[in-house]
């Protein structure tokens, strides 16, 4: 089967840095995506990644190894506005989005 | 980025009856929809892949009757929820991929549906 695994909940304090790990099994690999979603909204889109490495876009980094099944969302200088709910998704073979349960970041003063 | 708008935000209808939800691309063309439930603190859930001008791809388990999908033009993709129940009540989100298959997706805000 296919399968997403995400921490349920992580706590880090303002100003700080987080790494929220993503291990995934899908029949295929077409991308990775992380998305943030605060509570009661729609997800927004954060990275894509689909080749091994880093990819940097401001506060936010993420990391791919396809041949581990694993990548991480990495969170910078932590603010408040931060807290959420952070979503990693796989593409499989088929196009078709598979959808982590979800890591709630709560950001403490 | 393509903004993907959804409509109502948030709908409570009495049981038994029908809601409709709207799914708009602004600006771009989407063929290719997908709508997505979302019960509380649990991961989205694939409903059903809606293409346009033809019917629409459900997920197993998802009962095509109740949960009717139309696709008619490029920029509009909606959900009709028939004969609503309380256990209906979710939160539904609707998001559009633009051009090649793995792009990002973009979603609308969501629809917070309420049955009493």
């Known amino acids: 089967g296919q399968n997403i695994d995400q921490p349920t909940e992580m706590t880090a304090t303002e100003g700080a840095i987080v790494q929220i790990n993503c291990t995934y099994q899908?029949?295929?690999?077409?991308?990775l995506f992380w998305y943030q979603q605060h509570a009661g909204e729609a997800p927004t889109f954060l990275s894509y990644?689909?080749l091994d490495g880093l990819e940097e876009k401001g506060r936010f980094s993420s990391f791919l190894s396809r041949s581990k099944g694993y990548s991480y969302l990495l969170l910078k200088e932590l603010q408040m506005k931060d807290s959420a709910s952070y979503l990693c998704a796989v593409m499989d073979s088929n196009y078709q989005l598979i959808w982590g349960a979800g890591t709630k970041l709560i950001i403490k003063p | 980025g393509a903004v993907v708008s959804q409509h109502p935000s948030r709908v409570i209808c009495k049981s038994g009856t029908s809601v409709k939800i709207e799914c708009r691309s602004l600006?771009?063309?989407?063929?290719?929809m997908f709508w997505y439930r979302q019960f509380p603190k649990q991961s989205l859930m694939l409903m059903a892949t809606s293409n346009e001008g033809s019917k629409a791809t459900y997920e197993q388990g998802v009962e095509k009757d109740k949960f009717l999908i139309n696709h008619a033009s490029l920029t509009l993709s909606t959900l009709t929820v028939t004969s609503a129940h309380p256990e209906d009540s979710s939160f539904y989100i609707c998001?559009?991929?633009?051009?090649?298959?793995?792009?990002?997706?973009?979603f609308g805000q969501g629809t917070r549906l309420t049955v009493v």
């Open positions: 899908t029949s295929g690999f077409n991308g």
């Open positions: 990644n689909v």
């Open positions: 600006d771009f063309q989407a063929t290719t």
């Open positions: 998001s559009a991929r633009v051009g090649d298959l793995n792009t990002e997706a973009f």
